[in-house]
């Protein structure tokens, strides 16, 4: 069964950083497309960033402030978020794609205050 388990969210002050981890089971994190999304409260869903393969996207409004990247032998996904602006607060999700299935995590809750 593939489960996905966030971690390292919390407070932390605009300007701070963070790092989030995603550990896997069942599922490759190297093998598979996986990426992150947040909601912000009382807003749709929204694309954070994704790795597959040897390739890294990202949303305009994260690109050059987060960095997604992956740990084969822990077989666990990060995102490291810096210059974090209270925008960014929100529940963070990890996602795992494999063929026609898509996993999720339950998410971690990030807060950033002014």
């Known amino acids: 069964q593939v489960q996905l388990v966030e971690s390292g969210g919390g407070l932390v002050q605009a300007g701070g950083s963070l790092r989030l981890s995603c550990a896997a089971s069942?599922?490759?994190?190297?093998?598979?497309?996986m990426g992150w999304y947040r909601q912000a409260s009382g807003k749709s869903r929204e694309l954070v960033g994704i790795?597959?393969?040897?390739?890294?996207t990202y949303a305009d409004s994260v690109k050059g402030r987060f960095t997604i990247s992956r740990d084969s032998a822990k077989n666990t996904m990060y995102v490291e978020m810096n210059s974090l602006k209270p925008e960014d607060t929100a529940v963070y999700y990890c996602?795992?794609?494999?063929?026609?299935?898509?996993?999720w995590g339950k998410g971690i809750l990030v807060t950033v205050s002014s």
């Open positions: 069942g599922i490759s994190v190297s093998l598979n497309a």
């Open positions: 790795i597959s393969g040897g390739s890294t």
């Open positions: 996602s795992a794609r494999r063929g026609p299935m898509t996993y």
